[in-house]
C-alpha cells in the first residue's frame, strides 16, 4: 500500500509539474505525416496490450488510426491498478489532457456535474457539426440515444456500444461434462439440481470444492444462483418497474440460506471469501473442483485450453442460469447494455475541437468499425465474402502470445473504446464449440433486460446523498452476509439485519434511484 502511494503521489506532482507526463512514463504518440493535428488522449492500457507494448500508441492500431484520421495523438497511461486515484489527482490539478476515456457516471455528482465544472465539454454542437457516422447511428438507434446523455439531454461521451444482443452477456455458470456423463448426470437446470449434482461431484469424485468461485460472484450483480431467487443483491429493476435493493427483499433470506447450507456441507471453498481468480483456474484446470462461474473467453476457454493439455479427457459445458422450480421463467438474469458507462469525453483544455471530435467519430463509420473491431485489413484480417475475417497470425497465435494479446494488438474489439462492437469479432474470438454453446445459452431475452437497471444520472445533490448512504450500507451487508453464509451469525438475526438496513436509509437510496429512472423514461 505504500508502495502505491507513492507511485500515486509521483504520478500527481509530474502531472501538475509538466503538462501530460505520467508515473510510469507510459506516453507516446501514433504518428501520422504530415498532420497538424496534435491531441493527448488519457486512456487505462489494456492489460492484453500492456503484455506486448508500453504504450498504445506503439500498436498497429492506433498507428492505423493516425494515419486515417490525419491526427497525431500521444497516450497518456495511468499506473495499472490506481487509475480512479489518478484520475481524480489530474481533475484535482485542473491540467487535463484533451481527451480522457473514463466511466463518467462515477464522476461525483455525475457527468452533468462534469460538464458544469468546466471539466469535460457539452457534445450536443460538437456532435451536430463534426460527427455525422455517431450522429446517423444515434438517429436511428433512440434506445442507446437514451443511454448516452443526462436527463437534461447534454451528451457528454463517444460511448463504446455493444452492437448485438449477442454481445450483452459473456459470463455465466460452467460444469464439468465429462464428469456429468461419466457419473450419468444431466446439466443441471435448477438449485435442486445443483445440489444434487455438486453433492454427486464430492462424493464419487472425492473433490473438496465441487464448486468453486470467486466470493465476491455470490455479492455482485453476477450473482448466478441469486437469480433463481428473482433478485441481485444490489439494485434491479422489479416486475412493477421500479427499483428494488436486492439484500433486503424476503426472497433473499431463502438465497442466503442455501448458499450457507452449500458451504456447511463443503460444496464451496472453505476460503471462498478471500479466493482469487488465479486459485480458481487451477482448481478448474486441475480436477480439484468441478464446476465455477466465469467469462467465456478469459475464463471458460482458458480453463479447456488448460485442462485438456493435461487431461485430454477434460470437457466444460455452460449451464443455464438456474430457477426454483423446473418450468420457471427467469425474469432476472446477467447482461449487460448496449452502452457499457465506458466512454471518451473531450475536456475543456482541448484546443482543436473538431480533430478531436473527428478522431473520436471515425469508429462509428464503416471504415473505422473494421479498424476498431478487426484491425489492418491484409496483416490481422482479410475480407471473405464479405465477412472480415482474422487472420492466422490472429486466430493461431505464436506461443507466448494469447488469442486476446494478438487481438489488442491490431483492435479494440475485445475492451472498451469509443466504437460500435461487432459480433464477428466475438463469433472469432471463441475457440471451442462449448463456448460458443454457452454464449447462446447465456443470451439475455428482452424480459431480462427490461429488469437490468439502466446508466442512471441523479443529480449532483442526489449523487452526493446516495454516496453517503451507500458507503455505509455496503460496509455494513458485506460484513453482515458474510456472517450469515459461514454461519457465525444465527438467521434468527435476519430481520435485525434488515431493520438496520432501513434504518441506514436504504429506502431514500431507493427512492434517489426511482426517481433518476423516471427522469431517465422521460428523456
Known sequence: MKQRAILVMMSFLLVVGASNIFANGRQGAATSSGSGNNLSYWVSLNPNVSATFANLGETPFAKELAAKTNTVVKYLH??????????????????????????????????????????????NDII????????????????????????????????????????????????????????????????????????????????????????????S?????AYAYNLTPSFYVGDDKKVHYGMIEPSFKDYLITISQWYKEGLFDPDIVSLTGAQVTAKVTSGASGASIGWLASGMGNWITSGKA????????????????????????????????????????????EAAARLLDYGYGEAGNLLFNFGVQGESYTMVNGYPTYSTAIMNPPREKSKGQMMATYARSAYFGPMIQDRRYLEQYLTYPEQVEAANLWMPNAVILAHKLPPLTPTPEESGEFARIMNEINTYTNEMVWKFILGSESFNNYDAFVNTVKQMRINRAVEIYNNALTRFNAR
Not at 489518478?86 to 491540467?95: C, D, M, P, R, V
Not at 457499457?340 to 475541437?353: L, P, W
Request: net charge negative; charged share 20%.
Open 221 to 225: 450483480g453476477e450473482s448466478v444462483f
Open 310 to 353: 493435461t487431461n485430454p479427457s477434460f470437457a466444460l459445458t455452460g449451464a443455464p442460469y438456474p430457477v426454483l422450480r423446473g418450468g420457471a421463467q427467469r425474469t432476472i438474469g446477467r447482461t449487460d447494455l448496449p452502452y457499457a458507462n465506458n466512454g471518451v469525453a473531450i475536456t475543456t483544455a482541448c484546443k482543436n475541437i
Open 128 to 219: 451536430d457539426r463534426y460527427c455525422p457516422n455517431l450522429k446517423a447511428y444515434l438517429r436511428s438507434h433512440p434506445d442507446i440515444d437514451k443511454q448516452i446523455k443526462t436527463d437534461n439531454g447534454s451528451y457528454y461521451t463517444f460511448p463504446f456500444i455493444r452492437g448485438d444482443t449477442y454481445l450483452l452477456n459473456s459470463f455465466g455458470a460452467v460444469i464439468r461434462k465429462d464428469w456429468l456423463d461419466e457419473l450419468g448426470l444431466k446439466v443441471p437446470a435448477t438449485i435442486d439440481e445443483w445440489y444434487m449434482v455438486l453433492t454427486e461431484f464430492k462424493q464419487k469424485k472425492g473433490v473438496a470444492s465441487p464448486l468453486s468461485l470467486e466470493g465476491a460472484y455470490l455479492l
Open 78 to 123: 495511468p499506473v495499472q491498478g490506481a487509475e480512479s486515484e489518478q484520475f481524480n489527482l489530474i481533475i484535482a490539478s485542473g491540467e487535463y489532457p484533451d481527451i480522457m476515456e473514463y466511466n463518467w457516471l462515477n464522476y461525483p455528482g455525475g457527468p452533468e456535474k462534469a460538464i458544469a465544472d468546466g471539466v469535460i465539454m457539452k457534445l
